[in-house]
């Protein structure tokens, strides 16, 4: 009986130092664990296990795939969103560049027209008499029928004359308007006295010559000086002329070394109204009436 205990005495003894081995193995695994972080992967692996397999999602995929994405309500901002309007300018047709001189829309063809051009080349009939004729304020040579003017060109006539007086140049009127009557014996004159090649080279023609519109005016000095001679060209009268008359819508009609295009020989004597907006641009061009206005 006492062999009996003492077997169940070491028995019972070997069971205790197997517990307690065991304890100490699990005590030494756990501190394994811990300081090697394993403890923190075994618990997210149980956490794990008690999701439903359909909702686990990749750590990385927080968002909707970008194919799927719904846009946003909001707009984005001006840094990742181009401007329509930006977009449209970008992607349309560059426009052309515009041309350097704008489409002249100027009437050339009225007889009333500030623009008309008469030529040898382009006669107007001779029933034609300007409806508003009057005599310029302005010193005059001849009688009072050669110097009417349209009542427009006598009123810039009067600026033109008086501006160039304050600069020191007295300035007179040869001739103005002149009718188709008056243009015959005119020619006659000239083709008796120089021939007819001579006459042709001048404004004379029978209602070939814009003097018949009233819009063309004969300029002298009051002194009288190279009066209707190329060497007024030689004048400072002419230089003032040449320089400043389109400010008042006069323009030079029949400049040097352009008679194959005007027709007329050299007339520094002879300016033309315009109007001072046709006067300013055709005078900027440095062109005739005709190579302004393209007839030549």
Known sequence: MKHMNKNTEKSFLSKVYVIVALIIAILALLLYLILSGGAEKIQKAISSQDKPAHTQTPEADDKTPESTQTPSAEPSSSADTEDPAE????????????SATAEITDDIESDDSLT??????????????PANLVMPDVPCILDENQNLMRADAAAALEEMFAAAGN???????????????FQQMLR????EKKGEAYAD????????????????ANIGTTDGKCELNVCF??????AWLKENSWKYGYIERYPESKQDITGITFSPWNFRYVGKDAAERIYQSGKTMEEYYGLS
């Open 233 to 238: 060209a030689d004048t400072g009268a002419y």
């Open 87 to 98: 977009t449209a300018e970008a992607s349309s047709e560059p426009e052309p560049t515009p």
């Open 116 to 129: 008309k051009i008469v030529s040898p080349s382009r006669t107007i009939a001779s029933s034609y008499v």
């Open 167 to 181: 600069d020191g140049y007295e300035l007179f009127l040869i001739s103005g308007y002149r009718s188709y009557e």
């Open 201 to 216: 080279e001048l404004d004379t023609k029978p209602g070939g010559s814009e003097h018949q519109l009233g819009l063309a």
């Open 188 to 191: 006659k004159y000239w083709v």
